[in-house]
């Protein structure tokens, strides 16, 4: 058991195919102490798979938070993992034993905003033919995670403040005062501080809600959890799939901006779509332009170590070595490889063949 209360999972096997290059690259991670056991949780039934100290941090920062019982607001890019961390706070609390509500405030409409949160009465207005416990009376005793906290509208932020502050609400239509006990953990992928001083969120609702603050970091600077993360998303689909060396090195490399949610989109579709056991760097449904300017880069290394004597630095010589770390990169997608060099697909087959003597390269389309 760790600190946290959870089992960790020993050094987490990753089921890829390994050259001399990614296991040089691991065998760094190691010896610098990047490579951290790997830890497996579950809050409220939703998986994590962490490895990287930042979240283990986090996680250990989420559990002293949960022991106070205040707002929390957990900020983070999109598909980061706010809502794990929040269920995290839940879970870790006092308040365990009680309900979890969760609500987007991005998808409540407008004209029903005030009856969703705190309730209605029967007959409180068209349609209303049964009174109705908002969300704020079901999380009683337990906790309500509000979800891109950014997008509530002005009008229910003065509501939601006195609220917060202890003073109680009446349902839509009703005339009983409600108390509730609940604990608020509150989310956005916005710069809540910029929000405010664009005049579009209270500012002292603002400071009511950041009474404990979490932010979750990008994947991009935890990669050492990408590898896997994509492991146990694979494994969620198919036994036995495994990731050739450069596709991990794809993997690791992108620069992941829908973060953890988008490499599990990404990984969930290479499964399905790969007409083998084994995913290739053409099989993973990537965004190359985002990623270009650190791929060249890399292939650009790369060409710039294969060099071993001068005869080597001559243009159709490097040029020759660029195009084939392109596709020996991406798998031999020729789409993808003339995409990554800037050049049509057209002018990279026709490069091919010249290298070929008119016999192409003999790799996948």
Same mark, same amino acid.
């Given at each position: 058991?760790?600190?946290?209360? =959870?089992?960790?999972? /020993?050094?987490?096997?990753?089921?890829?195919?390994?050259?001399?290059?990614?296991?040089?690259?691991?065998?760094?991670?190691?010896? #610098?102490?990047?490579?951290?056991?790997?830890?497996? =949780?579950?809050?409220?039934?939703?998986?994590?798979?962490?490895?990287?100290?930042?979240?283990?941090?986090?996680?250990?920062?989420?559990?002293?938070?949960? #022991?106070?019982?205040?707002? &929390?607001?957990?900020?983070?890019?999109?598909?980061?993992?706010?809502?794990?961390?929040?269920?995290?706070?839940?879970?870790?609390?006092?308040?365990?034993?009680?309900?979890?509500? $969760? +609500?987007?405030?991005?998808?409540?409409?407008?004209?029903?905003?005030?009856?969703?949160?705190?309730?209605?009465?029967?007959? !409180? @207005?068209? /349609?209303?033919?049964?009174?109705?416990?908002?969300? *704020?009376?079901?999380? %009683?005793?337990?906790?309500?995670?509000?979800?891109?906290? %950014?997008?509530?509208?002005?009008?229910?932020?003065?509501?939601?403040?006195?609220?917060?502050?202890?003073?109680?609400?009446?349902?839509?239509?009703?005339?009983?005062?409600?108390?509730?006990?609940?604990?608020? &953990?509150?989310?956005?992928?916005?710069?809540?501080?910029?929000?405010?001083?664009?005049? #579009?969120?209270?500012?002292?609702? @603002?400071?009511?809600?950041?009474?404990?603050?979490?932010?979750?970091?990008?994947?991009?600077?935890?990669?050492?959890?990408?590898?896997?993360?994509?492991?146990?998303?694979? !494994?969620?689909?198919?036994?036995?799939?495994?990731?050739?060396?450069?596709?991990?090195?794809?993997?690791?490399? @992108?620069?992941?901006?829908?973060?953890?949610?988008?490499?599990?989109?990404?990984?969930?579709?290479?499964?399905?779509?790969?007409?083998?056991?084994?995913?290739?760097?053409? $099989?993973?449904?990537?965004?190359?332009?985002?990623?270009?300017?650190?791929?060249?880069?890399?292939?650009?290394? %790369?060409?710039?170590? $294969?060099?071993?004597?001068?005869?080597?630095?001559?243009? %159709?010589?490097?040029?020759?070595?660029?195009?084939?770390?392109?596709?020996? @990169?991406?798998?031999?997608?020729?789409?993808?490889?003339?995409?990554?060099?800037?050049?049509?697909?057209?002018?990279?087959?026709?490069?091919?063949?010249? *290298?070929?003597?008119?016999?192409?390269?003999? +790799?996948?389309?």
């Amino acid at each position: 058991m760790n600190g946290l209360g =959870y089992s960790v999972v /020993g050094a987490g096997k990753i089921t890829f195919l390994q050259d001399g290059k990614t296991q040089k690259a691991i065998g760094k991670w190691e010896s #610098k102490g990047m490579v951290r056991p790997l830890c497996q =949780y579950s809050f409220l039934g939703m998986p994590a798979v962490v490895r990287s100290r930042t979240m283990e941090e986090l996680l250990e920062l989420a559990k002293r938070a949960s #022991k106070v019982d205040a707002c &929390v607001l957990i900020t983070g890019e999109s598909g980061a993992g706010k809502e794990l961390i929040a269920r995290a706070v839940h879970e870790f609390s006092e308040r365990s034993k009680g309900p979890w509500v $969760d +609500v987007s405030c991005a998808t409540l409409p407008e004209h029903l905003i005030e009856s969703e949160l705190f309730g209605h009465e029967k007959g !409180a @207005y068209s /349609g209303a033919d049964s009174a109705k416990p908002g969300l *704020f009376e079901m999380a %009683a005793g337990g906790t309500l995670f509000l979800d891109e906290i %950014a997008e509530l509208e002005p009008r229910m932020q003065a509501k939601l403040l006195r609220v917060l502050d202890g003073a109680g609400f009446y349902r839509l239509g009703g005339t009983r005062k409600i108390q509730v006990d609940v604990r608020v &953990v509150a989310a956005t992928n916005r710069d809540l501080g910029e929000v405010v001083r664009a005049g #579009k969120f209270r500012e002292d609702l @603002y400071h009511r809600l950041n009474q404990l603050h979490l932010h979750v970091p990008p994947l991009r600077t935890r990669r050492e959890e990408i590898l896997p993360l994509a492991d146990f998303f694979l !494994a969620q689909q198919r036994s036995g799939v495994r990731l050739t060396e450069a596709a991990c090195r794809l993997l690791l490399e @992108y620069p992941w901006p829908g973060n953890v949610r988008e490499l599990r989109n990404v990984v969930i579709r290479a499964a399905v779509q790969a007409n083998s056991d084994v995913i290739r760097a053409s $099989d993973l449904p990537l965004s190359l332009p985002q990623a270009t300017s650190f791929d060249l880069r890399a292939i650009a290394s %790369a060409v710039d170590s $294969d060099a071993e004597n001068r005869n080597e630095w001559s243009l %159709a010589s490097m040029e020759k070595r660029m195009i084939l770390r392109a596709l020996e @990169y991406t798998g031999g997608h020729h789409q993808r490889a003339a995409e990554l060099l800037g050049i049509s697909r057209r002018t990279l087959s026709r490069k091919l063949k010249t *290298f070929a003597g008119g016999n192409g390269h003999g +790799v996948s389309r």
